[in-house]
């Protein structure tokens, strides 16, 4: 009985300790947290240093969308494109300076990364409201989930806790970047590398339901895609003749066109029906349909089940915002997102 009892108090003793440690430790008893290398990302990271962080970035964020629909996307990629190199690290947002040279003037970015004054202002209001505590990582993570949910998206809980990185990598933008021409076996293999899998792919790929792209990311379906001078017969030729309309054999390179011409500005899943029909825009959207098994059962369940979409979506996003951070007291936070602390 004793033994016991002794037992029960070295249990509850244990217990008290890790109720003690769990004081200094948001994280211990949360299962919305991530582990990552050399640290922890979860949500309630800025409630008692910054606890209207998110509003913030939700108020000014919603003022640029109502104003220009497009900024949604915009800002949305941005996310995709920061973290797809060297992590998510907010390294896009570095213009060039010193020894830094911008990842802004890489292929994939030159002419079309936009937003950076919309994510400039709202560093500015977290600045004055908290100084030096939410990092521009942080505010991109939640401005990419705002944008989505703007535009009647899917919400999920974003795990907050990176810090900005001292350092830009033009060529690993250059390098790591999916391209609209890419082959599905390439564009699936630069997600595998960041830990993405097929799932993630097709799911993400269904950002495109808002947003535009320029003709020059989709001249070769029209005009030359193997090189032979014939056009892609994977492309609806309807649809093609009205894209030669505005997107010429030569000229017209920055004209705009909708992603998803059926429901431009609202986050759904017409993307998928829009593949289905063979009137995806670019490359890499249709090849998702027609270049392997899975990603084609994919498109349809999702063209089929916007729900599944949306949860599938919100959860890919949540990997995707955890590729290789920096946490503990690796990089820094940055004053203004366009350059590091001096």
Same mark, same amino acid.
């Given at each position: 009985?004793?033994?016991?009892?002794?037992?029960? $108090?070295?249990?509850?003793?244990? =217990?008290?300790?890790?109720?003690? #440690?769990? +004081?200094? +430790?948001? #994280?211990?008893?949360?299962?919305?947290?991530?582990?990552?290398?050399?640290?922890? /990302?979860?949500?309630?990271?800025?409630?008692?240093?910054?606890?209207?962080?998110?509003?913030?970035?939700?108020?000014?964020? +919603?003022?640029?969308?109502?104003?220009?629909?497009?900024?949604? &996307?915009?800002?949305?990629?941005?996310? =995709?494109?920061?973290?797809?190199?060297?992590?998510? %690290?907010?390294?896009?947002? /570095?213009?060039?300076?010193?020894?830094?040279?911008?990842?802004?003037?890489? *292929?994939?970015?030159?002419?079309?990364?936009?937003?950076?004054?919309?994510? %400039?202002?709202? !560093?500015?209001?977290?600045?004055?409201?908290?100084?030096?505590?939410?990092?521009?990582?942080?505010?991109?993570?939640? &401005?990419?989930?705002?944008?989505?949910?703007?535009?009647?998206?899917?919400?999920?809980?974003?795990?907050?806790?990176?810090?900005?990185?001292?350092?830009?990598?033009?060529?690993?933008?250059?390098?790591?970047?999916? &391209?609209?021409?890419?082959? =599905?076996?390439?564009?699936?293999? !630069?997600?595998?590398?960041?830990?993405?899998?097929?799932?993630? /792919?097709?799911?993400?790929?269904?950002?495109?339901?808002?947003?535009?792209?320029?003709?020059?990311? =989709?001249?070769?379906?029209?005009? *030359?895609?193997?090189?032979?001078?014939?056009?892609?017969?994977?492309?609806?030729?309807?649809?093609?003749?009205? /894209?030669?309309?505005?997107?010429?054999?030569?000229?017209?390179?920055?004209?705009?066109?909708?992603?998803?011409?059926?429901?431009?500005?609202?986050?759904?899943?017409?993307?998928?029906?829009?593949?289905? &029909?063979?009137?995806?825009?670019?490359?890499?959207?249709?090849?998702?349909?027609?270049?392997?098994?899975?990603? !084609?059962?994919?498109?349809?369940?999702?063209?089929?089940?916007?729900?599944?979409?949306?949860?599938?979506?919100?959860?890919? $996003?949540?990997? $995707?915002? *955890?590729?290789?951070?920096?946490?503990?007291?690796?990089?820094?936070?940055? !004053?203004?997102?366009?350059?590091?602390?001096?």
């Amino acid at each position: 009985m004793r033994q016991k009892r002794e037992t029960i $108090m070295s249990q509850l003793s244990s =217990f008290l300790l890790v109720l003690a #440690l769990c +004081a200094f +430790a948001p #994280l211990c008893f949360s299962s919305k947290s991530s582990k990552t290398k050399g640290g922890y /990302l979860y949500p309630q990271f800025y409630d008692h240093s910054c606890p209207k962080a998110q509003e913030i970035v939700r108020s000014v964020l +919603a003022k640029a969308v109502a104003k220009e629909a497009r900024m949604a &996307a915009s800002i949305l990629r941005l996310h =995709f494109h920061d973290c797809f190199v060297q992590g998510c %690290d907010a390294s896009l947002l /570095l213009d060039s300076s010193g020894s830094i040279v911008s990842e802004k003037g890489s *292929n994939p970015n030159r002419n079309s990364v936009r937003g950076f004054e919309v994510l %400039d202002e709202i !560093k500015s209001a977290l600045e004055k409201e908290c100084p030096r505590t939410v990092s521009c990582a942080d505010l991109l993570a939640i &401005a990419a989930r705002e944008s989505t949910v703007l535009r009647g998206g899917p919400s999920w809980e974003v795990l907050l806790g990176r810090r900005d990185s001292r350092s830009a990598s033009l060529s690993g933008s250059n390098n790591n970047i999916p &391209a609209p021409n890419n082959t =599905f076996q390439t564009i699936l293999t !630069k997600f595998k590398r960041q830990g993405l899998d097929i799932v993630d /792919l097709v799911a993400l790929s269904g950002s495109h339901t808002i947003g535009n792209a320029r003709c020059t990311s =989709f001249r070769q379906r029209l005009y *030359n895609q193997s090189g032979n001078g014939q056009p892609d017969y994977t492309l609806d030729q309807s649809y093609a003749a009205q /894209l030669k309309t505005r997107c010429p054999k030569s000229g017209g390179d920055q004209n705009l066109f909708f992603l998803d011409y059926v429901s431009p500005t609202k986050f759904d899943n017409y993307y998928y029906n829009n593949i289905l &029909a063979s009137k995806g825009l670019l490359n890499s959207d249709q090849v998702l349909l027609t270049k392997n098994e899975g990603s !084609k059962e994919l498109v349809k369940q999702y063209a089929e089940n916007s729900q599944l979409f949306f949860e599938q979506f919100a959860k890919s $996003m949540v990997k $995707m915002g *955890n590729i290789s951070p920096l946490t503990g007291s690796r990089g820094e936070i940055r !004053k203004n997102c366009r350059k590091i602390n001096s």
